[in-house]
């Protein structure tokens, strides 16, 4: 007997995949791998990828559903109608930057393939991966990005390495030039209908952006380019719908490399892990979660205090210390008890208007301790040597972006990564979340007795 195939056709100019010559099964079969079940307060209700009506997907999702057609004895024909437009670039690549063993299969495997996500740790170069990809297609490059410290990073990056001048959207920008970096929110706000230039290739920076996961979505499904790409270093979530979004735009991930093969090789430092424990003179009266945390983390003052003697401490060793919090009204505290001990510190916000003075004053050395709310994803500063995750929360992706800011071995085999636990029911657990996040990411480089914590 035959095999059936099932046909899918992939039009040109579009981001959606639509299936065609199929007996109802298959359509039924593509629908429930690709719905997920969203939650809107005490209920929930399913979405679905699969468009029943015009019988689409995004693109990003056809290894997924080739992989499901396969195992249910179905061979996939796919017909793609995408042309490659854009421009060549004519970069020049400086030389000072080698791509190390892992860097170059990273970028081997993405030039045999046309989407999919690059997973690399923080401070493993994957922004020197994203330029020599764009540099060896070398055709017109759209790199999206969602703060404005990551378009002026990736800007300087692009103008050192490939020497040539960036085009900027957002930040009250729009110059398109053949490699243009763009704010994500610019591009919805405006729209991508006033793009002038013709792009070949997409590049998404930290596509694993949970919270931007509809507005990356809403963007990815109407850009068209055939070449998508997407950088990470922590491809993992807890909402299958999100995961799928993000799928469904740059593909599945087709390279990964863990924490732990990079500390191995020395590219990253070894963590060492400590805990702050402290004793709070009353219990919590709040019971809401925003009072609550008012209550224990920002305003508590043996928690404060305790972090600040662990700060200064490390700060007398010689490390570089970020102080990461969660609202400004906590780094303000927390700088003024810095100011009353005579420590030089500095406190960088959104609100900062002398933020690239600061980060050059900690990068030089003028200034030992940085307090900051922004710096979680992207920003590069290798002189950090320690960190102390003073704002609690529980988010996985977040706490390995942050603690990755110090495990870049600027001089130093080792990093310090603290953590403060807290004994209020509520925000043990996301203590213990944290924990779990930093076993998984550096895997046998975990503290052992920590772990006997995290498993009771």
């Known amino acids: 007997m035959a095999m059936k195939v099932v046909t899918l056709r992939i039009p040109d100019k579009s981001a959606l995949v639509y299936v065609e010559k199929a007996d109802p099964r298959v359509y039924f079969m593509i629908y429930e791998e690709l719905t997920y079940r969203k939650s809107f307060g005490k209920w929930e209700k399913p979405e679905s990828l699969y468009n029943p009506h015009t019988k689409s997907f995004p693109v990003g999702l056809i290894p997924r559903v080739k992989s499901l057609l396969n195992s249910k004895g179905y061979r996939v024909r796919i017909i793609d109608e995408r042309e490659i437009e854009g421009i060549e670039i004519n970069a020049t690549w400086n030389e000072k930057y080698q791509l190390r063993k892992y860097q170059q299969k990273t970028l081997k495997k993405a030039l045999k393939t046309n989407m999919g996500v690059l997973a690399l740790p923080v401070g493993s170069g994957k922004t020197i991966i994203g330029l020599r990809?764009?540099?060896?297609?070398?055709?017109?490059?759209?790199?999206?990005?969602?703060?404005?410290?990551?378009?002026?990073?990736?800007?300087?990056?692009?103008?050192?390495?490939?020497?040539?001048?960036?085009?900027?959207?957002?930040?009250?920008?729009?110059?398109?030039?053949?490699?243009?970096?763009?704010?994500?929110?610019?591009?919805?706000?405006?729209?991508?209908?006033?793009?002038?230039?013709?792009?070949?290739?997409?590049?998404?920076?930290?596509?694993?952006?949970?919270?931007?996961?509809?507005?990356?979505?809403?963007?990815?499904?109407?850009?068209?380019?055939?070449?998508?790409?997407?950088?990470?270093?922590?491809?993992?979530?807890?909402?299958?719908?999100?995961?799928?979004?993000?799928?469904?735009?740059?593909?599945?991930?087709?390279?990964?490399?863990?924490?732990?093969?990079?500390?191995?090789?020395?590219?990253?430092?070894?963590?060492?892990?400590?805990?702050?424990?402290?004793?709070?003179?009353?219990?919590?009266?709040?019971?809401?979660?925003?009072?609550?945390?008012?209550?224990?983390?920002?305003?508590?003052?043996?928690?404060?205090?305790?972090?600040?003697?662990?700060?200064?401490?490390?700060?007398?060793?010689?490390?570089?210390?970020?102080?990461?919090?969660?609202?400004?009204?906590?780094?303000?505290?927390?700088?003024?008890?810095?100011?009353?001990?005579?420590?030089?510190?500095?406190?960088?916000?959104?609100?900062?208007?002398?933020?690239?003075?600061?980060?050059?004053?900690?990068?030089?050395?003028?200034?030992?301790?940085?307090?900051?709310?922004?710096?979680?994803?992207?920003?590069?500063?290798?002189?950090?040597?320690?960190?102390?995750?003073?704002?609690?929360?529980?988010?996985?992706?977040?706490?390995i972006q942050t603690i990755g800011r110090a495990l870049r071995p600027k001089g130093r085999s080792h990093a310090v990564i603290v953590d403060v636990k807290d004994d209020d029911p509520l925000l043990f657990t996301h203590f213990i979340e944290r924990q779990k996040a930093l076993r998984q990411y550096y895997g046998k480089y975990y503290d052992k007795e920590l772990e006997k914590i995290i498993k009771k």
């Open 133 to 399: 990809l764009i540099y060896e297609l070398n055709l017109s490059t759209l790199i999206i990005v969602h703060t404005k410290e990551l378009l002026y990073q990736w800007a300087d990056n692009i103008r050192e390495v490939l020497g040539i001048e960036p085009g900027l959207v957002g930040d009250n920008n729009w110059d398109e030039r053949p490699v243009t970096v763009a704010m994500i929110q610019t591009l919805l706000s405006r729209g991508v209908d006033k793009l002038q230039k013709p792009y070949a290739v997409l590049l998404f920076d930290e596509c694993h952006r949970t919270s931007a996961a509809e507005k990356f979505y809403e963007l990815g499904i109407s850009l068209t380019q055939k070449l998508r790409f997407g950088l990470s270093a922590t491809p993992w979530r807890r909402i299958r719908g999100e995961e799928l979004k993000i799928e469904g735009i740059v593909g599945p991930i087709i390279y990964e490399i863990k924490a732990e093969d990079l500390i191995k090789e020395k590219f990253l430092a070894k963590p060492r892990f400590m805990i702050i424990e402290y004793e709070s003179s009353m219990p919590p009266l709040a019971e809401r979660y925003k009072e609550l945390y008012e209550e224990i983390i920002m305003e508590n003052k043996e928690r404060n205090k305790a972090i600040v003697r662990i700060a200064y401490k490390l700060a007398k060793q010689g490390h570089r210390v970020l102080i990461d919090v969660k609202r400004i009204e906590h780094g303000n505290v927390l700088i003024e008890m810095f100011k009353k001990k005579g420590i030089k510190a500095e406190f960088l916000s959104s609100q900062s208007p002398n933020r690239w003075e600061i980060f050059e004053k900690f990068k030089n050395g003028e200034i030992n301790v940085l307090i900051s709310t922004l710096l979680k994803e992207g920003v590069d500063i290798p002189e950090i040597s320690a960190i102390i995750l003073a704002g609690g929360g529980k988010s996985d992706i977040m706490t």
